[in-house]
T-cell receptor
Framework: AQRVTQPEKLLSVFKGAPVELKCNYS??????LFWYVQYSRQRLQLLLR??SRESIKGFTADLNKGETSFHLKKPFAQEEDSAMYYC?????????FGKGTKLTVNP | GAVVSQHPSRVICKSGTSVKIECRSL??????MFWYRQFPKQSLMLMAT?????????EQGVEKDKFLINHASLTLSTLTVTSAHPEDSSFYIC???????????FGPGTRLTVT
């Protein structure tokens, strides 16, 4: 079974502070991990995926197979980063989402 | 970039009626599309996987006779909520997986309210 856990429902930081959104997964095979972001009143969009190992909008995420984690990090949060963030796992064919973390970056 | 549209964006219907939601991939082909349901302040719950030309695969607990899915072409999937009840009120989101890249793109969602 595929399972994604995001332990924090809400996360609030000040502008310029580092931010880490936690994601743990459970899957018996080799998963693909993703982070999706949903800004207020907008559709869900892909932020980054573990395969490409890229940094988007200053965010990075490293897949740690030993800890089965894929935490999202940004060294200096900006107000425009305020949004809902969903960690997702694709095992076989379907994409399964965590419950999401609402990030608020305060001025 | 790849765009997925949904129609209608919001619909209100009476209990007992049926409502159809369309999902289109505008500039790419998608053999596979997915339908999700999102409750207020909660995550997306996968309802079913829709494959062009074949029967949809439903997730456990999703009634296939209530949520009819048709994927008649490589750019269109429809979800019909039959005999709607107030508890079917929700935000329904479709996603299309591009055949060329395997990347999944999401529609803007459809807000269904059953009165």
């Amino acid at each position: 079974a595929q399972r994604v856990t995001q332990p924090e429902k809400l996360l609030s930081v000040f502008k310029g502070a580092p931010v880490e959104l936690k994601c743990n997964y459970s899957y018996s095979g080799s998963p693909e991990l993703f982070w999706y972001v949903q800004y207020s009143r907008q559709r869900l969009q892909l932020l980054l995926r573990h395969i490409s190992r890229e940094s988007i909008k200053g965010f990075t995420a490293d897949l740690n197979k030993g800890e089965t984690s894929f935490h999202l990090k940004k060294p200096f949060a900006q107000e425009e980063d305020s949004a809902m963030y969903y960690c997702a796992l694709r095992g076989s064919e379907k994409l399964v989402f965590g419950k999401g973390t609402k990030l608020t970056v305060n001025p | 970039g790849a765009v997925v549209s949904q129609h209608p964006s919001r619909v209100i219907c009476k209990s007992g009626t049926s409502v159809k939601i369309e999902c289109r991939s505008l500039d790419f082909q998608a053999t596979t599309m997915f339908w999700y349901r999102q409750f207020p302040k909660q995550s997306l719950m996968l309802m079913a996987t829709s494959n062009e030309g074949s029967k949809a695969t439903y997730e456990q607990g999703v009634e296939k006779d209530k949520f009819l899915i048709n994927h008649a072409s490589l750019t269109l999937s429809t979800l019909t909520v039959t005999s709607a009840h107030p508890e079917d009120s929700s935000f329904y989101i479709c996603s299309a997986r591009a055949d060329a890249t395997y990347e999944q793109y999401f529609g803007p969602g459809t807000r269904l309210t059953v009165t």
